[in-house]
């Protein structure tokens, strides 16, 4: 049986962890973790439950600890839903309660003055729909050039609506023949 101090966790997290509830890891966590400790690139997929939050926070969490705090951005997270996005920012305080390392959550649909506030105090890890990102990327308030980790969740919701607004956006800049989408993007209400 695996445990998680056999993965090559460091102690304040584990202790978070058990403190979270955890015992033993899953399967995503087993085989995630250790890569993502040693800075590989992990591509998983699991059934809802299965821990993938911890399988990459986890990582995340250990890799930004080990360089101590930022006042940049270094790992963003890209989800397709606020309910996603608060419950991950939730799950990494939770695990990186005994850290030196602040986080964010950005989303829309609320006023964006109280989360910019917060950006501009310094977050070492960001969570953020996409709709959101763009739009602070777009008005200046992000810097996103620190970014050392990037985890993308719900790949087909978030690429779907970043590259149908990429697209929409800057393809009227480009010759004809030379834009990148064939065709005009889909509305973003349609996703």
């Not at 591509?43 to 006042?71: D, E, M, Y």
């Not at 990494?92 to 964006?112: C, D, M, R, S, W």
Request: proline content about 8%.
């Amino acid at each position: 049986m695996t445990s998680f101090a056999s993965l090559g966790i460091t102690e304040p997290i584990l202790t978070a962890l058990t403190d979270y509830g955890y015992a033993e890891p899953t399967v995503i966590q087993e085989k995630a973790i250790p890569a993502g400790i040693a800075g590989r690139d992990v591509l998983g997929s699991a059934q809802t439950g299965t821990g993938k939050t911890c399988a990459f926070g986890v990582p995340i969490l250990q890799r930004l600890a080990q360089g101590g705090r930022g006042r940049t951005i270094r790992a963003l997270i890209l989800t397709p839903t606020r309910e996603l996005a608060i419950q991950i920012d939730e799950n990494l305080h939770a695990y990186g309660k005994n850290l030196p390392l602040t986080e964010a959550v950005i989303f829309g649909g609320v006023g964006q003055a109280p989360q910019v506030d917060q950006l501009k105090r310094g977050v070492d890890i960001l969570t953020a729909t996409p709709g959101r990102l763009l739009d602070l990327a777009g008005q200046g308030l992000l810097d996103l050039s620190k970014v050392e980790i990037f985890v993308l969740t719900k790949p087909t919701g978030c690429w779907t609506w970043v590259l149908s607004m990429t697209c929409g956006r800057s393809s009227a800049s480009y010759p004809r023949r030379n834009r990148p989408c064939s065709s005009p993007p889909p509305s973003p209400r349609r996703f």
